[in-house]
């Protein structure tokens, strides 16, 4: 079993920033693949960024390039997602997820944390 806790989500004013972390536990994450999604009311859960906890390769969706960086910090078992120059379409519900293949598809992943509230204001 893995567990994940995000933490970070709050309110900001469009152009401005947020980091959101994810702190897992739980059985070790070489194997794992870490997610970031994110879903409103209504929608499908959509694919943000993920990472690999070994390698650190990454992918991204093309909605957060060049604004959504993310890392992870091997000795805190957290996965971080910073989120630069956010705008009101960001606002959601962002979920942190693990998963034992690479991909984008949610339906890969085993984990999945509370999810944290990102609300972006005009």
């Known amino acids: 079993q893995v567990q994940l806790v995000e933490s970070g989500g709050g309110l900001v004013q469009a152009g401005g920033s947020l980091r959101l972390s994810c702190l897992a536990s739980g059985r070790t994450l070489n194997a794992y693949v870490m997610g970031w999604f994110r879903h409103a009311p209504g929608k499908e859960r959509e694919f943000v960024y993920l990472?690999?906890?070994?390698?650190?390769?990454?992918e991204y969706a093309d909605s957060v390039k060049d604004r959504f960086t993310i890392s992870r910090d091997v000795d805190e078992n957290t996965v971080n997602l910073q989120m630069n120059s956010l705008k009101p379409e960001d606002t959601d519900v962002y979920y942190c997820?693990?998963?034992?293949?690479?991909?984008?598809?949610?339906?890969?992943?085993?984990?999945w944390g509370q999810g944290t509230q990102v609300t972006v204001s005009s």
């Open positions: 997820a693990a998963g034992p293949r690479y991909g984008s598809d949610k339906d890969m992943y085993s984990y």
């Open positions: 990472i690999t906890w070994i390698g650190g390769s990454i």
